[in-house]
């Protein structure tokens, strides 16, 4: 009878991939990954690319009405 859980090297991997991800390392150790905002504004209303999220705060963007529709997203720094 199985015990319900992942076990083993499959389980094993499946850690690895997760604790990469929320460490912000691409799956490939070669490529880190950077969390970058995007959203829409009044100039662009389409979501696009707004900045660097350790340049600026989201949170502080959408108050102050600048943007919306804030996304955070892990892409690949380059």
């Known amino acids: ?7 083993g090297p499959a389980a094993e991997e499946a850690e690895r991939r997760r604790d990469a991800l929320e460490s912000g390392h691409a799956l490939d150790e070669d490529e880190p990954l950077r969390a970058a905002v995007y959203g829409a504004t009044r100039d ?3 979501s696009h690319f707004i900045g660097w999220r350790d340049d600026l705060d989201p949170d502080q963007l959408f108050s102050s ?5 804030l996304t955070v997203r892990r892409v690949p720094r380059g």
């Open 44 to 46: 662009e209303p389409e």
């Open 1 to 7: 009878m199985t015990k319900g859980y992942a076990e």
């Open 65 to 69: 009405g600048k943007a919306w529709g």
